[in-house]
């Protein structure tokens, strides 16, 4: 059975939900017989290349609100991330165009290496002090992940070098309807939306397997998720977004 998750470098619901659902896989007894494939899908779509900005000012203009509270925010997600095992810096990272990370993980799953890269994305953009959004960076995560640094650095210089995959990436999401990220599709038959814990990963997967029509689990009132404006959901003062 296929997994295909639509995802963004730049959300941190999808490295938190990466790591739910590899929790919820790693309960599901048929774990061993699932394929998983990483999907691309742009929160900031329009985002001109080496525009980028700290995300704490990014979130203090997007929501209105003040320094204090956009920090208030991150801390939020850092708790969130931090119950998982993951890594997560409050300060200090950048927002920006992920267009080329998205080509980057397509040459990487030309080569089975999708999935280490991605996870080495992540930790870069959200664990450590390395920007996801300097070529030269994303060349040396590609050789970490096991590609060759050349064939990344072509990829990276030629903007047109697996662009069409991510389109189609991100017009297929568009026709299922997924308006953020995480968005989860179990086999084109169930679907998730948003980090949901891992107990939920595993109801999913165990009702796909089934073969029950294609349904959709959570919205935006209950799967902290990022949107297509390249924002993420605003915790309320009943913990829930």
Request: proline share 2%.
């Amino acid at each position: 059975m296929r997994v295909e998750i639509w995802s963004d470098i730049a959300c941190p619901w999808c490295y938190i939900g990466k790591a739910r659902f590899e929790k919820g896989l790693a309960a599901f007894a048929h774990r061993d017989e699932i394929e998983v494939v990483h999907r691309s899908f742009e929160l900031d779509p329009g985002r001109a290349k080496g525009d980028t900005a700290p995300v704490i000012d990014m979130l203090a203009t997007k929501y209105g609100r003040t320094v204090k509270e956009a920090r208030a925010m991150e801390e939020h997600v850092a708790g969130n991330a931090q119950a998982e095992g993951l890594g997560y810096l409050t300060e200090g990272r950048e927002h920006g165009s992920t267009f080329d990370i998205h080509r980057l993980l397509h040459l990487a799953k030309s080569h089975g290496r999708q999935d280490q890269l991605l996870d080495l994305a992540y930790r870069a953009n959200f664990a450590e002090e390395r920007s996801v959004y300097d070529a030269q960076v994303l060349v040396d995560l590609a050789v970490e992940a096991g590609l060759d640094a050349e064939e990344a650095r072509a990829v990276l210089t030629d903007e047109s070098a697996y662009a069409d995959d991510v389109r189609a990436d991100e017009r297929e999401a568009a026709e299922l309807g997924a308006s953020g990220v995480p968005f989860f599709v179990l086999d084109r038959r169930f679907g998730v939306s948003g980090g949901q814990p891992a107990e939920t990963f595993t109801q999913a997967l165990e009702q796909a397997w089934q073969g029950r029509a294609l349904t959709t689990i959570g919205d935006s009132a209950d799967g902290e998720a990022c949107d297509t404006e390249g924002s993420c959901e605003i915790p309320q003062a009943d913990g829930h977004v």
